[in-house]
């Protein structure tokens, strides 16, 4: 297990560090969605994993742009969180059985990468507002609105069929 030897002296050293996480975690679904994408057996499903990896992508560029404005280099930390709800979608994705039953777990380990991107932009976006950045904050929002319609559209997908077809 990594050893992380942070200093916070300040707001921003904090919010700095927290972007670095949702940059890594970010990157992280650029590479996993379209394994997610693959994998479902819902047209809708598919189509939501693609729409939401050309969001992520631009998703990447507005971390960037918060960066920039924090005249901070764009830098990855690796977040272990994102990393293990990938494994089990990785695992949902790779599983025997009934695509159905697939499809469900796969919105739900979406869902759990979606309310983990919810928490870390809300809580940046928060930052950014403390520290007077209501720039950077807009930025950050726009963000979290998008997020927040993902795990929407979600919920609705699982609800308009694809629970009542796994459970069948």
Do not use: W
């Amino acid at each position: 297990m990594a050893v992380f030897n942070y200093q916070y002296n300040s707001l921003s050293d904090l919010m700095v560090q927290q972007l670095k996480d949702l940059y890594d975690c970010e990157q992280q679904l650029t590479e996993a969605l379209p394994k997610l994408a693959q994998a479902a057996n819902s047209p809708a499903l598919k189509r939501a994993f693609q729409d939401h990896f050309n969001q992520t992508q631009t998703h990447v560029n507005r971390l960037e742009q918060v960066f920039r404005g924090l005249d901070c280099e764009p830098e990855a930390e690796t977040c272990p969180a994102i990393k293990g709800i990938i494994k089990e979608g990785n695992d949902i994705a790779s599983a025997k059985g009934d695509p159905a039953v697939r499809d469900a777990g796969l919105i739900a380990a979406a869902q759990r990468a979606e309310h983990y991107e919810i928490a870390g932009y809300g809580t940046v976006r928060t930052f950014a507002q403390h520290l007077g950045r209501n720039d950077l904050a807009q930025i950050l929002q726009m963000t979290l609105d998008e997020e927040g319609e993902a795990d929407k559209k979600l919920t609705t997908l699982a609800e308009s069929g694809i629970n009542q077809m796994a459970q069948a």
